[in-house]
């Protein structure tokens, strides 16, 4: 029972220590979040990005493509779930034809026929879902080795792991090897980006969570957010 | 001089001080996404066929950007947006010297971003306006051969010498908005003058936080 405790006293003080400078309304975690973030930086420095970068340097361009496309097909059927559960027939549709287009016609996702042929990418999450049915955003988050997120979006993501596909394979190296390639591949996506943000932030903890949580908005409202309230000028 | 070589000097005289206004005028009713499409185009052609860009010479990419791109932005606007309610607490000569360093800092990032450009094109999306519009969104998708597509889009103001860019939406997240949280932190820590500080430190090349 002790050490329950003792967890419970040090996630109170950084929520304490948290409060002493003004709670910002999206992000009352800051100091702790910060701490994570500079964890994350040494994490992310010495050993995930050499690897995404040793995997764009070696794998050829066309066979990480390839990989890109078929977690893709994956996300795009959960895309269709979520944009049903959204109450958006259109756009689940959408991305129901995208899956059976790559699935059947693009060697079981490895081509995606239907970005060339102009179907768009729904890009629906279960996070996105929550947030249409009313769930409050929650505290900003930044999670060492997965980046930033919202209690909202980060609970989607959970739900997203458990409902499968790839906690389905009972091979385990076979399961495990799957979703370290994902991860590779998610990183590599974004290794042309990190650059942007260390040339372009004056503090890269900000840039980034400033850059989710646009984008995040922008999605949950299909690509029209309404104008903030908050606008100055 | 002749009679007639004096008559002729008049003529391309008086024909050069006539046509210069209807040029500047013509360009200044250049409509919006004309004007974005002619640019982007040109600075592609520019970054193909430049062999100093082509060698990754950053400082010719700062100069065709320079010359190219910074004519068509508003960058007074682009900071008073991005300093929020803070614009109007900073001097003039401070709003010229912050304008003076976003810029700087914009062009670094941009000239980063150049670097890695290969061989993407542009889709412009067609524009939805009224002639009365004075401030208007530009669509734009930029297509990457295996990679998805990404909307970029540019908000732009009518000004007496054509439209100005003072906003850049890559994929839904404000270029403007996302400097807002961070100006206000510079400036809530060391005023305005901090932030100025802070920015021609970038500047500089000293890493951020």
């Known amino acids: 029972m002790k050490r329950p405790l003792q ?25 702790m979040n910060r701490a994570l973030y500079q964890v994350h930086d040494v994490l992310d420095t010495t050993f995930v990005k050499p690897v995404a970068e040793g995997y764009v340097a070696v794998v050829p361009q066309f066979v990480r493509t390839a990989f890109n496309n078929v977690f893709n097909n994956i996300d795009d059927l959960f895309s269709a779930v979520n944009g049903l559960l959204q109450g958006k027939p259109d756009k689940a549709g959408n991305d129901l034809g995208r899956v ?11 081509i995606d026929i239907a970005t060339d042929a102009g179907i768009e990418r729904g890009n629906e999450d279960f996070g996105q879902t929550f947030a249409v049915w009313g769930f409050p955003q929650g505290p900003y988050l930044f999670i060492p080795l997965f980046g930033p997120t919202t209690v909202r979006d980060g609970t989607g993501v959970l739900v997203r792991i458990a409902v499968g596909p790839v906690g389905y394979i009972s091979n385990v190296p076979v399961r495990n090897s799957i979703y370290g390639l994902g991860y590779i591949d998610l990183r590599s996506q974004a290794l042309e980006g990190g650059s942007i943000v260390d040339t ?28 903030e309230s908050e606008d100055e000028q | ?84 309610k803070n614009w109007r607490t900073a001097t003039p000569e401070q709003q010229k010297r912050l304008s003076d360093e976003f810029k700087t800092l914009l062009v670094r990032t941009y000239s980063s971003a150049l670097t890695k450009y290969r061989d993407e094109t542009i ?87």
């Open chain 1, 7 to 31: 967890a419970f006293a040090v996630v109170a003080a950084v929520l304490v220590s948290g409060c002493a400078s003004p709670p910002s309304k999206v992000d009352p975690l800051e100091p």
């Open chain 1, 100 to 110: 059976m287009v790559n699935t059947v016609f693009g060697l079981g996702g490895l």
């Open chain 1, 200 to 227: 372009a932030a004056l503090d890269r903890y900000i840039f980034i969570r400033n850059a989710y949580l646009q984008r995040r908005r922008y999605m949950i409202y299909d690509g029209k957010p309404p104008p």
């Open chain 2, 1 to 84: 001089m002749t009679m007639t070589k004096l008559i002729r000097c008049a003529c391309a005289i008086g024909a050069w001080t006539l046509l210069t206004p209807f040029a500047v005028i013509a360009e200044a009713q250049e409509a919006p996404d004309a004007m974005v499409k002619r640019v982007s185009q040109d600075m592609i052609t520019t970054i193909k066929s430049d062999p100093l860009i082509q060698a990754g010479n950053e400082a010719r990419i700062r100069e065709v950007i320079e010359v190219k791109l910074i004519p068509h932005f508003d960058f007074m606007r682009m900071t008073a947006l991005a300093m929020g």
């Open chain 2, 123 to 209: 889709d412009y999306k067609p524009l939805r306006t009224s002639p009365a519009d004075t401030d208007v969104t530009v669509r734009t998708v930029v297509m990457k051969t295996g990679g998805q597509p990404i909307q970029m889009d540019y908000s732009l103001t009518k000004a007496a010498d054509g439209w100005k860019v003072f906003d850049v939406v890559i994929s839904g997240v404000s270029l403007v908005t996302n400097y807002r949280d961070e100006f206000n932190e510079q400036i809530k820590n060391g005023g305005v003058d901090g932030l100025i500080k802070t920015l021609s430190d970038r500047n500089k090349g000293v890493a951020a936080k």
